[in-house]
């Protein structure tokens, strides 16, 4: 346990000592664009992977490739779960099925919406066999919400705060100082501080480490 909190202070030192600024995205973003923002300094493509309706999204393959070509450094994929679809563990699958061979990092597992069980309980069993699911098929997962999403779907559920904490607050604000811990998380590796802005001609969303 010591050893653990030792260690996160030394990640988020070294996360600290050097600014990420990222660009999500749900659209297919071209490759002009991609190179546009990395030109702005934005180098880190956040892009939606599989869709809350229950179906991979059908630019994910396009996108990432465009995000490489265009010359972003890291490429990350968001999974929108299909709660009511059920089968976490065959969403999971499909997604990194589906990109097997493409240049992405890691999968962040968005919790937040409105399609959620409204038993918690539900909710972490259903979140449990998606993680279990990435890590079985060799990727790695963070989690994308914010204190109050993750409290009205997961409740007071600390059982991942291992894991990278993707947040969003849209105050417009480069910082991590707007955060307050929640669920075992003490601190962020990444914040989504504007929702919807654009750059380079396409509407993105705004990230910062
Ligand atoms: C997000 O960025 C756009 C400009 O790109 C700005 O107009 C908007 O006010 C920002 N949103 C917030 C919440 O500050």
């Not at 988020?12 to 659209?27: K, P, Q, R």
């Not at 297919?28 to 923002?37: G, R």
């Amino acid at each position: 346990m010591k050893f653990q909190s030792f260690f996160m202070l030394f990640l988020s030192a070294a996360i600290a000592a050097s600014t990420t600024l990222g660009t999500d995205s749900s659209n297919l973003v071209s490759s002009s664009a991609w190179k546009c923002l990395a030109g702005l300094g934005r180098t880190y493509a956040i892009l939606r992977g599989y869709q809350s309706s229950g179906l991979l999204d059908p630019n994910a393959i396009q996108n990432i490739k465009n995000a490489i070509s265009g010359g972003q450094k890291q490429v990350d994929v968001v999974l929108y779960p299909c709660f009511p679809c059920g089968n976490a563990q065959g969403q999971a699958t499909v997604l990194v099925d589906s990109l097997r061979g493409q240049k992405y990092a890691n999968i962040w597992i968005a919790v937040q919406g409105s399609q959620w069980s409204s038993t918690v309980g539900n909710n972490q069993l259903f979140f449990e066999d998606m993680a279990d699911a990435i890590l079985t098929l060799g990727k790695k997962f963070g989690i994308y919400t914010s204190a109050n999403d993750w409290g009205n779907i997961m409740g007071d559920y600390s059982y991942y705060s291992g894991s990278p904490l993707w947040y969003y607050h849209y105050n417009n604000v480069q910082s991590f100082s707007d955060f307050q811990p929640f669920s075992g998380w003490t601190a962020p590796t990444l914040k989504q501080y504007n929702a919807s802005s654009t750059l380079c001609g396409t509407n993105v969303g705004l990230d910062w480490s």
